[in-house]
């Protein structure tokens, strides 16, 4: 049984394309090949359906830490919730309802393995005991650079922390050992066994 954890995906009136393509093919190729699939996508409200032959898990996510900004700001106590505490609690909680929702599906049936994406950190809290793969693809930060996303410094800076910490270790090691890649080239094991935790990038497959 496969989890694919995103943040878009087809069945949505608006999505961005790449991502959501991505995880539709993949889940599809998986069952085709016989795997049990489950979609966990990143939503506004908690619903589960099916989309072509695709089950699919909406977890709600509510952008607490916009509204403790917005409120101590009306207050006038914004300085008690500055922006970069706004965006790490962010970013923190989204991975933490990711994970309290597979972890409760993984009580109801049992997961093999799950693959994150590496946008917007949400692999930073993962299910003990479940390995789990980081999909590494475009950088939020050169999206940024070349397409105008209208964030913040503060935002941009606090995002390529959570989606390139993971991987800096591994990275630093492949640039020893020679190799050279671009960010769509490879993808990132991540296992949580014991208080452990490894990580390798392996090859991407397409």
């Known amino acids: 049984r496969i989890a694919l954890v995103t943040t878009e995906f087809v069945s949505e009136s608006i999505f961005d394309g790449g991502l959501a393509n991505y995880t539709y093919k993949l889940a599809k190729w998986l069952i085709f090949n016989g795997n ?17 032959g695709i089950d699919i898990k909406k977890v709600k996510v509510i952008d607490y830490g916009w509204r403790i900004k917005h409120y101590t700001k009306r207050l006038k106590l914004g300085f008690l919730f500055p922006e970069w505490l706004q965006y790490h609690f962010e970013f923190r909680h989204k991975s933490y309802l990711i994970k309290r929702a597979l972890y409760r599906s993984n009580r ?39 397409g105008g996303m209208g964030r913040s410094k503060i935002y941009m800076k606090l995002i390529n922390y959570y989606e390139i910490n993971l991987f800096s270790v591994c990275f630093r090691l492949l640039r020893f050992l020679g190799f050279s890649f671009n960010g769509s080239s490879f993808s990132g094991f991540r296992s949580n066994f014991g208080g452990e935790v490894s990580k390798v990038l392996f090859g991407s497959f397409s």
């Not at 049990?36 to 072509?52: A, C, I, M, Q």
């Not at 049936?109 to 693809?137: C, E």
């Open 36 to 52: 049990e699939v489950t979609v966990f996508l990143t939503s506004d409200t908690n619903y589960n359906f099916v989309f072509d």
């Open 108 to 146: 109801e049936k049992k997961i093999d393995i799950i693959q994150y994406p590496h946008i917007g950190g949400l692999a930073f809290f993962t299910v003990k005991n479940i390995p789990a793969i980081i999909r590494i693809s475009s950088s939020t930060q050169l999206c940024n650079v070349f």
